[in-house]
């Protein structure tokens, strides 16, 4: 079983910056395939960014460089630092967690980023 919880959404103005992070309640964080996605209200959930079991790192094309994904199996925790932010960005966060070739997916409850001035 494999509990997530976001925080560190908030409101920020238009260019600024933010860390999300995901921590993870389970024994076997190592073994797990994080991602970030987004939503916005009236919209499909869509992937933001991927960190691998092995830190190999994956982003949306909107990222442009701004966004970074990381973890630290000491804390269990994922992260996703947001620089440059735009309105576009507004969104709930949210973290999601699955074991390589394995179906089942594990989400947190999700963040609220505004971006906005």
């Known amino acids: 079983q494999v509990q997530l919880m976001e925080s560190g959404g908030d409101l920020v103005q238009p260019g600024g910056s933010l860390r999300l992070s995901c921590q993870a309640s389970?024994?076997?964080?190592?073994?797990?395939?994080i991602k970030w996605h987004r939503q916005v209200p009236g919209k499909e959930r869509e992937l933001v960014a991927r960190?691998?079991?092995?830190?190999?790192?994956n982003y949306a094309d909107f990222t442009k460089g701004r966004f970074t994904i990381s973890r630290d199996s000491a804390a269990n925790t994922a992260y996703l630092q947001m620089n440059d932010l735009t309105p576009e960005d507004t969104a709930v966060y949210y973290c999601?967690?699955?074991?390589?070739?394995?179906?089942?997916?594990?989400w947190g409850q999700g963040t609220q980023v505004t971006v906005s001035s």
């Open positions: 999601s967690a699955n074991r390589n070739g394995l179906a089942r997916v594990w």
């Open positions: 389970t024994n076997m964080f190592d073994s797990l395939v």
């Open positions: 960190i691998s079991t092995f830190g190999v790192r």
